[in-house]
């Protein structure tokens, strides 16, 4: 089974750098996601780490620890167009390519 | 934009019909997975369909079927509706390609409203 946390609710400031964290625990580990979704709209994919280490993708980057079962996603130089939840989700298993997502974290972000 | 069309985009039905929620998927891609996301959750696993076989189902009743078709367009078929099931449906396909994260792109969801 799968038990993914995240926290609910974020705020930050426009300019200013947010860490968002995901803790899991889950048999056959296989990657763990994170993905936007702006309210009323489609979750879109940001990034995937299956080894342990910091990946870094422009202005995100996402770090995972296999071992701590820990997960965090990095936000330099917010903009207001950041302000969206951010979905943490974990693969388990080479067979069938199944994602379990987190509830989400809702980030707002203020001028 | 993912490529990944569904349709409808709204609809509303009443406690105990059925309805029939459809996704065609990103060119190239043989895989297609549903996902039901309630208001403020994140979107839950229903099933995966993967070259028209079921291969892989979350914690959903029977009631909860699908069909992939050979052209990987698939339909998510929901029967004796309840209130509860009033929700987003979320429909993401894949590429099956060794070394790639195999990402999901999703579409842009069906909102269905039961009352």
């Known amino acids: 089974g799968q038990n993914i946390d995240q926290p609910t609710e974020m705020t930050a400031t426009e300019g200013a750098i947010v860490q968002i964290n995901c803790t899991y625990q889950?048999?056959?580990?296989?990657?763990l996601f994170w993905y936007q979704q702006h309210a009323g709209e489609a979750p879109t994919f940001l990034s995937y780490?299956?080894?342990?280490g910091l990946e870094e993708k422009g202005r995100f980057s996402s770090f995972l620890s296999r071992s701590k079962g820990y997960s965090y996603l990095l936000l330099k130089e917010l903009q207001m167009k950041d302000s969206a939840s951010y979905l943490c989700?974990?693969?388990?298993?080479?067979?069938?390519?199944?994602?379990?997502f987190g509830t989400g974290t809702r980030l707002t972000v203020i001028p | 934009e993912t490529g990944v069309t569904q349709s409808p985009t709204h609809l509303i039905k009443t406690r105990g019909q059925q309805v029939t929620l459809r996704c065609s998927s990103q060119?190239?891609?043989?895989?297609v997975s549903w996902y039901q996301q309630a208001l403020g959750q994140g979107p839950q696993f229903i099933f995966q369909?993967?070259?028209?076989?079921?291969?892989g189902r979350g914690n959903f009743p029977p009631r909860f079927s699908g069909l992939q078709f050979p052209n990987y367009s698939s339909e998510l078929n929901v029967n004796a509706l309840e209130l509860d099931d009033s929700a987003l449906y979320l429909c993401?396909?894949?590429?099956?390609?060794?070394?790639?994260?195999?990402?999901?792109?999703f579409g842009e969801g069906s909102r269905l409203t039961v009352l």
């Open positions: 780490n299956v080894l342990d």
């Open positions: 989700a974990v693969r388990e298993g080479t067979g069938a390519n199944n994602l379990f």
């Open positions: 369909y993967y070259r028209e076989e079921e291969n």
């Open positions: 993401a396909s894949s590429p099956r390609e060794a070394g790639g994260p195999g990402e999901l792109f």
């Open positions: 889950t048999s056959g580990f296989n990657g």
């Open positions: 060119s190239g891609h043989n895989t």
